[in-house]
């Protein structure tokens, strides 16, 4: 079975911190996404990646920036933490017909 | 931004088919028809997707009209676990996923 994991189900950052959001993807899939997801808003593209080193700005870029250094892994990072960024991240993988998620993060930053 | 269109919510008897339309109204000649669901918690889930013909799966079937502006997911037999959030796509292969407000399907007892 594909697995995308996320390196944290639940994370408390304070504001101003710098975070990393991992993302890991086990079936040698190209193109990789991360969301965020909020009540009422559903689900809002941030960035993705069609390969290494690749990356396009999603819908909602402000604050966030990522990683591709490896082709199984994609990083979203939030340079200074805020308040407004508390929310559920989740990571997707796809292949040309089917996208994999994982589990998703739960991030509040205080 | 989503170009999909569908119900903001829908009850459906256990037991009984769920009928999810969407309409697809500037839907392009390469994009396929993609539908996921989302149930509480969870990461999004793929179900089923298709071009023109329609489509069957174990979890559900697909219905795509002959002018593609409008799909319609049937789950044959809901049960409560099919209590979720639908999300009906249009995607071009490789291209970006772009979600909408998807509809919240309750199945009751």
């Known amino acids: 079975d594909v697995k995308v994991t996320q390196s944290s189900r639940y994370l408390v950052k304070r504001t101003g911190e710098k975070v990393f959001l991992e993302c890991v993807q086990d079936m040698d899939h190209e193109n990789m996404f991360w969301y965020r997801q909020d009540p009422g808003l559903g689900l809002r593209l941030i960035y993705f990646?069609?390969?290494?080193?690749?990356?396009e700005k999603g819908d909602i870029p402000e604050g966030y920036s990522v990683s591709r250094e490896k082709k199984e892994r994609f990083s979203l990072i939030l340079e200074s933490a805020s308040t407004n960024q508390t929310s559920m991240y989740l990571c997707a993988s796809t292949t040309t017909e089917e996208a994999f998620f994982g589990q998703g993060t739960r991030l509040t930053v205080v | 931004d989503a170009k999909t269109t569908q119900p903001t919510s829908m009850d459906c008897a256990e037991g009984r088919a769920a009928n999810l339309p969407c309409n697809h109204s500037t839907i392009s000649g390469n994009e396929y028809v993609y539908w996921y669901r989302q149930i509480h918690s969870q990461g999004p889930q793929y179900i089923i997707h298709g071009l023109k013909n329609n489509e069957t799966n174990e979890m559900a079937s697909l219905i795509i009209t002959e002018d593609r502006k409008s799909s319609t997911l049937i789950l044959p037999h809901a049960t409560l676990r099919d209590t979720a959030v639908y999300y009906c796509?249009?995607?071009?292969?490789?291209?970006?996923?772009?979600f909408g407000a998807g509809t919240i399907l309750r199945v009751k007892s």
């Open positions: 990646s069609y390969d290494v080193k690749m990356k």
């Open positions: 796509i249009d995607m071009e292969y490789g291209n970006k996923l772009v």
